[in-house]
C-alpha cells in the first residue's frame, strides 16, 4: 500500500508539472476548454494564428499516451516486479485512476477553474462556462475509458515485452 501512495504521488506530481509548464501558452491547452469557450476562442481574431489544429491535438494525445505506457510499464515490471498481463493492467489502471482523479479535482475543478490566468482574452464574460464542473467530470470519464486501451497496452508489454 506505502508504494502504491508513493508512486501515485510521484505521478500526481509529474502529472502537475507537465501540466504547469504547458499551462504557460494556454492556448496550446485549448481543447481541454469547454467547447463554448473554444469556440469562442476560435472565432477571434487575436488567437487567428495560434490555435493548434486538431490534428497536432490528437498527436499530443498519441505521444502522451506512449509517454505513460513507457512510464508505468517500467515502474510497474522493475519496481514493482509484475510479470503478467492482469498485473499490468489492474495496477496501471488503478494508478492511472488515482491521476484521473487528482487531474479532474485538484488540476481541473480548483486550479484551471478558479484562477483567472486561464481566462483568454475576450472570453472574461464566460464565467458559468470556466465554472463548469460537469464538463470535467464528463472528461474525466472519458480518460477512463481511454485508460482501458492505455492498461491494456501496460498489460501487454509486461507479459510479452519487458
Same mark, same amino acid.
Given at each position: 500500500?506505502? +508504494?502504491? @501512495? +508513493? *508512486? @501515485? +504521488?510521484?505521478l500526481c506530481v509529474m502529472f502537475s508539472v507537465m501540466v504547469y509548464i504547458m499551462s504557460q501558452e494556454p492556448i496550446k491547452t485549448l481543447y481541454n476548454y469547454p467547447p463554448k469557450i473554444q469556440e469562442r476562442v476560435k472565432s477571434l481574431e487575436i488567437y487567428k494564428d495560434k490555435i493548434p489544429t486538431t490534428q497536432k491535438k490528437v498527436l499530443v494525445k498519441v505521444i502522451f499516451s506512449i509517454i505513460i505506457i513507457v512510464i508505468i510499464s517500467l515502474i510497474l515490471r522493475y519496481v514493482n516486479g509484475y510479470t503478467t498481463?492482469? *498485473?499490468g493492467f489492474g495496477y496501471g489502471?488503478? $494508478?492511472w485512476t488515482i491521476v484521473n482523479i487528482y487531474d479532474a479535482v485538484v488540476i481541473d475543478i480548483c486550479w484551471f477553474c478558479q484562477n483567472p490566468r486561464f481566462v483568454f482574452e475576450g472570453t472574461e464574460d464566460m464565467v458559468a462556462e470556466y465554472h463548469d464542473y460537469w464538463f470535467h467530470i464528463k472528461e474525466s470519464?472519458?480518460? *477512463?475509458? +481511454? @485508460? $482501458?486501451?492505455?492498461?491494456?497496452?501496460v498489460g501487454l508489454v509486461i507479459q510479452f515485452v519487458l
Open positions: 500500500m506505502l +508504494i502504491l @501512495a +508513493i *508512486e @501515485a +504521488i510521484m498481463f492482469m *498485473e489502471f488503478l $494508478l470519464l472519458k480518460g *477512463e475509458v +481511454i @485508460a $482501458l486501451v492505455v492498461c491494456t497496452v
